[in-house]
């Protein structure tokens, strides 16, 4: 049984928690409708743009990703999280050689394990040797830390 909430709909932070709930709970297209009002109605912390990055790229709507990934990058340009997930955008819209360039940078940053998997298997359908050595040594080196 689901609980019913009331929520202002003008209540961006609201809106946000709701939003969150919904994420955590696997019911995507609520949580996007939510995070979307949210992210409308006043400033909402980065894991809204975050999540709005995720929901679009399980939802395979690259240019909903990317979008929610550059609102990211502009709140906060040093964290790598919106890069790695425009790297991800662009592997959803089956563009490899930009995914391959976004991500590049990112290999010695990255500590998720998936990612830096999908790396080393994007960087050598690319032919990029050295991008592939690097992300399968630094997901040796995570490996070898657990």
Same mark, same amino acid.
Do not use: C, K, N
């Given at each position: 049984m689901r609980?019913?909430?009331r929520v202002n709909a003008t209540d961006g932070r609201a809106l946000f928690v709701l939003g969150g709930i919904e994420f955590d709970h696997?019911?995507?297209?609520? @949580?996007?409708?939510?995070?979307?009002? &949210?992210?409308?109605?006043g400033p909402v912390p980065l894991s809204a743009w975050?999540?709005?990055?995720?929901?679009?790229?399980?939802? /395979?709507?690259?240019? &909903?990703?990317?979008?929610?990934?550059?609102?990211?990058?502009?709140?906060?340009?040093e964290d790598v999280r919106p890069r790695v997930g425009l790297g991800?955008?662009?592997?959803?819209?089956?563009?490899?050689? /930009?995914?391959?360039?976004?991500w590049r940078p990112l290999v010695s940053l990255t500590d998720?394990?998936?990612?830096?998997?999908?790396?080393?298997?994007?960087?050598? @359908?690319?032919?990029?040797? &050295?991008a592939e050595s690097e992300a399968r040594a630094a997901l040796t080196r995570l490996r070898g830390h657990r």
């Open positions: 609980a019913r909430i696997g019911d995507y297209a609520s @949580a996007r409708e939510h995070l979307a009002r &949210a992210v409308a109605e975050l999540m709005l990055g995720e929901i679009g790229l399980i939802q /395979e709507d690259a240019t &909903a990703a990317e979008d929610a990934y550059q609102h990211a990058l502009t709140l906060a340009p991800w955008a662009s592997l959803v819209g089956r563009r490899p050689a /930009e995914a391959a360039a976004r998720d394990p998936h990612t830096l998997e999908r790396m080393v298997d994007l960087f050598h @359908a690319v032919g990029d040797a &050295a």
